[in-house]
């Protein structure tokens, strides 16, 4: 069959580090090619170089058989070659046709705001991406902001697109009719790279797959001869299990932790997000909170670790308040957060890790005197933290933005965890993560909660839920609207609800 895309000998070097180290990948023209890796492995590397962003110091590109050199991503875009982004580069203020044609080097002065409602509508109706011409970003649901995205790389005639992480914020109904939609494309002769961690999807929507580890290709497989477990195996070199996990130490439920009593909350244009939410977390115990992206979940954990004032309501740590919108009365309480947005909410990103690890504790006598920081202690902390945590850095000094995603979640974990809270708010904490990485972080979460920590686990993976709770409870609308016992949890049931289908129950 005709190759769409052939990379060969793909080599790129960035100081101290070999992203790509020959990396081969022969994609066909008319399939869906999941593209596989842990954190670090040279995907994203090898999806810049693809896309115009980076150039190979060795190695060739050919797109449909001929030799291509891209110096920038126009030129990519102009060889058919899309990418939709797992971080949307939207303007929220922009209407969808706007953003659509945003960019276009052949756009008239005045937009024919007619003529792309019209083009957009079509590609929207021919691959069943719904979504308003005239609607403004910021008025679109994640999902449909994604849909957006799709559309932008259809609208300029692209032919390969590839798709980073795609269903990292989208229900399991979304992420069905995204697979449809993809399915859709592929049926016309487009090519679709997915990217992705999530192997049951992996398996699910592509025909092929090449695992990346270390920067050089481990191989491709036909995916109808392969199975999750093999390919988790391919990915890190070892088998990795994601069942369960069992308890040694038991929730001490009876034993609350974190109280929150009719808390209502806005959202950054003045709109309330959350509706008198109630909920208890008990000693040791995991409460996963369900739901799809931009129902009131980002507001709650702000809230709670004092980035948010509340409306009303009240929020206590073992029976102490804590005080609306202080996040150093927070952090006094006992309240550690792992923030969806690592990189921009959780840590300083140009900044190293050293500073980062140090950002909630320098006023300590331990890390200052006088107001000057004890840059030996820090850099003692740092590297304690480092090797108790496993952080793979070149040293204390690197900036954090320069680590891979796995490495700057362990970051993060130490920081908060070293803290040693009584309450952790864990936003989406594997997200984008490689199935090691995953396996690290579901560690450390298990571990703290045997140590008596409440966890509070914000998710919009359920089988992340359902393997880490105690408890499960269901976000829609800024509302608490259902509550079940994890080991007594359905699938469909949460995902009906997490969807709005239907509204009931409460939380305890």
Request: aromatic fraction near 4%.
């Amino acid at each position: 069959m005709k190759s769409a895309v052939r990379m060969t000998g793909i080599v790129k070097r960035f100081p101290g580090v070999v992203a790509n180290d020959g990396v081969d990948v022969d994609i066909r023209a008319g399939e869906v090619h999941a593209l596989l890796g842990e954190n670090g492995a040279g995907k994203s590397t090898l999806s810049n170089i693809l896309t115009g962003l980076y150039r190979p110091d060795d190695g060739t590109v050919e797109i449909d058989g001929h030799p291509m050199q891209f110096s920038s991503p126009r030129d990519a875009l102009e060889a058919g070659i899309g990418m939709v982004h797992q971080h949307f580069r939207l303007v929220s203020t922009f209407t969808v046709a706007e953003n659509v044609v945003l960019g276009e080097p052949d756009s008239p002065f005045m937009m024919d705001a007619a003529r792309v409602a019209q083009q957009v509508k079509e590609l929207s109706d021919r691959y069943g991406l719904a979504v308003d011409p005239s609607a403004r970003i910021w008025q679109l649901s994640v999902g449909e902001q994604q849909r957006v995205e799709i559309i932008k790389v259809l609208y300029r005639g692209a032919k390969v697109l590839i798709l980073d992480e795609p269903t990292a914020v989208l229900t399991p109904i979304e992420a069905d009719a995204l697979f449809k939609t993809l399915r859709a494309m592929v049926a016309e002769g487009r090519t679709v790279i997915f990217i992705s961690h999530k192997l049951d999807e992996v398996i699910k929507v592509s025909d092929r797959v090449t695992v990346l580890r270390g920067g050089k290709t481990v191989g491709t497989v036909e995916t109808a001869s392969t199975n999750t477990r093999e390919l988790a195996s391919l990915m890190v070199g070892r088998s990795v299990e994601f069942n369960r996990i069992v308890r040694s130490n038991p929730a001490d439920v009876a034993h609350t932790v974190l109280t929150l009593d009719g808390v209502s909350a806005r959202d950054d244009r003045g709109r309330e997000a959350l509706h008198d939410i109630s909920l208890m977390v008990g000693r040791g115990e995991i409460v996963g909170v369900a739901g799809v992206a931009g129902n009131g979940q980002r507001e709650l954990a702000e809230v709670i670790s004092g980035m948010r004032p509340l409306s009303t309501g009240r929020i206590d740590v073992a029976g102490e308040s804590v005080q609306s919108g202080r996040a150093r009365s927070a952090i006094a309480k006992g309240i550690a957060h792992i923030p969806e947005d690592r990189l921009h909410t959780g840590l300083a990103s140009s900044h190293s890790v050293e500073d980062n690890l140090a950002l909630k504790n320098y006023r300590s006598s331990s890390l200052s005197k006088f107001r000057v920081l004890r840059r030996k202690a820090i850099r003692a902390q740092a590297a304690d933290l480092v090797r108790s945590y496993d952080v793979k850095t070149p040293d204390t000094v690197t900036p954090v933005r320069l680590l891979s995603g796995g490495n700057v979640q362990k970051v993060l974990l130490a920081r908060e965890f070293s803290s040693l809270p009584k309450v952790l708010i864990a936003a989406s904490p594997t997200r984008g993560l490689d199935v090691g990485a995953i396996e690290t972080v579901r560690a450390r979460l298990v571990e703290a909660a045997e140590r008596g920590v409440g966890i509070l686990l914000i998710s919009e993976d359920l089988d992340e839920i359902m393997s880490l709770a105690d408890r499960i409870v269901v976000m829609y609308e800024g509302r608490l609207v259902d509550e079940v016992a994890a080991e007594a949890a359905d699938r469909e049931r949460l995902g009906l609800t997490m969807g709005g289908s239907t509204v009931s129950g409460g939380a305890r």
